[in-house]
């Protein structure tokens, strides 16, 4: 078996630790809502008829024992059956993947968008610190990372909808535009370039002043200093040696980033009606459709245990290090 | 000037550092007197709806939909806000610190199970996490300040068990051990202290994020319905986005300069506090 492979099976072994650690945190929580678990998720969600209490007691098995409980628990989500939402008439899970696409159009566009920036701009900031350059990214990270993403969600829309009327103020289609074919493709990306741009300044800002620190931390190594004194000129020593191996922890991060993503998405889908997992999630919130949320709870956890694993085993093939030190 | 004297005493007294004090400052006078400037509090409508804001000295920021006293918002929302803040972060870094110092003192099966803990409560995404926490234990402050804690202390605890580790095995603390200092005596009173500057670095940083957080939720409608917060008023302002558009924009400005005014102390601290920068 290659190091590679022993690298692979011991890092999936992890991830289904966090797998297991995430059921148990979702089952706990749904145990310290207060009071009978199917009334208070049917009561909150309004108007429950008894067929739907009876399902959910039947679901959580409540007349069990916790053992037995957990146990049914475990095996649902095994299934990825997440259950059903009363207020929306589906199952949950099937809502959640109608509404994935969406998203994945949102989260996709703004981490690439602000990984390339934020890694140009925060490459550009360490080569020269407290340069002028410097400040004035820093400065513009600093920016971007307070601004709350629902309220420059809100200044964009009033700014380029309702001041120069460019561009629609929220949903995803225009009625009457075909939704298919060229046409389908630009009227959906009309809609998608505010809560892109909402999404994207703050995860820049966050990229930025990872790839800072990442490029100011490689350039106080030795290897670069041997290079300087094999006679390389500045630009070749960070193009050749410093630019690469900064880049690497940066990988990890765009993993590391995904989960704060979504919950991004939820308030930038809210504010602009973007039909995807975060809009179902204020949906959620708003009919205090307990199930809804947690199955959207677990999913997104799923999603992030995924991409680390995914930005893990790259990070390890392109850097074989990574392997023998974890 | 020498390099020394540039670093030795600038932090403190750089402009950004100076702004983002003064700001804070302003922040926290906002909150305290809030009751003294508004006894009547910030609900009670005092002036026709929509009056616009700078207009007269009685509402110098307007009013809202309802007539309610714009200026009077903000001064109790810094209150709310700033609470929710820093008693989050408290409670986030007495757990962070509790579960790192354990980690980092005790290696073997203790350290392996915490930090599987630790990241487990990591990779879950912690606004949606912050979200069913809030809904099921009913929107309430003590809700939205424990919600806020149990997502945030991570950090925290790896940071702490890092430094733990690497102290541990330090001369002064192997001749504690040697002399009979029990452990807890050693945990907090040798190496907690050695390790506090980078711990009140992070946890400054966590204050910001703690604002943002309670911001978000309040905006979707999950802040304590008893309490007025910057984010709510972000929320009600929202309809009126495109006639009172300064409804929506007032709340938003004081969000921004608290995250903008915590992250510029904590740099400065940062740079204060941490002897590595000095080396270069």
Known sequence: ???????????????????????????????????????????????????????????????????????????????????????????????????????????????????????????????????????????????????????????LILLFTVKLGWLPSGGMRTIGVPSTGLAGILDIARHAILPVVTLTVFYMAVFIRLMRASVLNVASLDFVKTAYAKGMSFRQVYAHHVLGNALLPMVTMLGVNVGGILGGSVVVETVFGWPGLGRLTFDAIFSRDINLLLGILFFSSLLVVVTNLVTDLVSAWIDPRIEVSK | MSARGMRGRTPWLRPSALTGALILLVVLIGAVVAPVLFPAGPWPAVGVPYTPPFGSLAQPFGTDTLGRDVAAGLFYGARVSLTIAIVATVAALSIGVLVGATA????????????????????????????????????????????????????????????????????????????????????????????????????????????????????????????????????????ALRTAPYLSIFPGIAIFLTVVAINLVGEALNEALDPRRNRG
């Open chain 1, 1 to 155: 078996m290659t190091r590679y492979a022993a690298f692979l099976i011991r890092r999936l072994m992890q991830a289904c630790i966090i797998v297991v650690g995430i059921v148990c945190v979702n089952f706990v929580v749904v145990h310290l809502a207060p009071g009978n678990l199917a009334e208070v998720m049917a009561g909150q969600g309004g108007g429950a008829d008894a067929g739907y209490i009876a399902a959910l007691k039947e679901r959580f098995g409540l007349d069990q024992s916790l053992w037995v409980q957990f146990g049914r628990y475990v095996w649902n989500l095994l299934q990825f059956d997440l259950g059903y939402s009363f207020r929306e008439s589906m199952p949950v899970s099937v809502l959640i993947a109608d509404k994935l696409a969406a998203t994945l159009i949102l989260m996709v566009s703004s981490l690439a968008i602000a990984f390339m920036l934020g890694v140009s701009l925060g490459m550009l900031a360490a080569m020269r610190p407290n340069a002028i350059s410097d400040v004035v990214i820093s400065l513009l990270a600093l920016i971007g990372y307070a601004t709350p993403l629902f309220w420059l969600g809100l200044l």
């Open chain 2, 104 to 239: 980092g003192y005790v290696p073997g099966w203790c350290d392996d199970v915490l930090m599987r803990v630790t990241e487990i409560f990591q990779t879950i995404p912690n606004f949606i996490f912050v979200i069913v926490l809030v809904v099921i234990f009913q929107p309430s402050i003590v809700a939205i300040i424990s919600a806020i804690a149990i997502v945030s202390w991570p950090p925290i605890a790896r940071l702490v068990r890092a430094e733990f580790m690497s102290l541990r095995n330090r001369e002064f603390v192997l001749s504690c051990k040697l002399v009979g200092v029990p452990p807890l005596k050693i945990i907090f009173t040798e190496i907690l202290p050695n390790c506090l500057s980078p711990v009140i670095v992070t946890s400054s940083i966590m204050v910001a994020t703690a604002v943002l957080l309670e911001a978000g939720l309040s905006f979707l409608g999950l802040g304590d319905p008893n309490v007025i917060s910057w984010g709510t008023m972000v929320a009600i302002g929202r309809p």
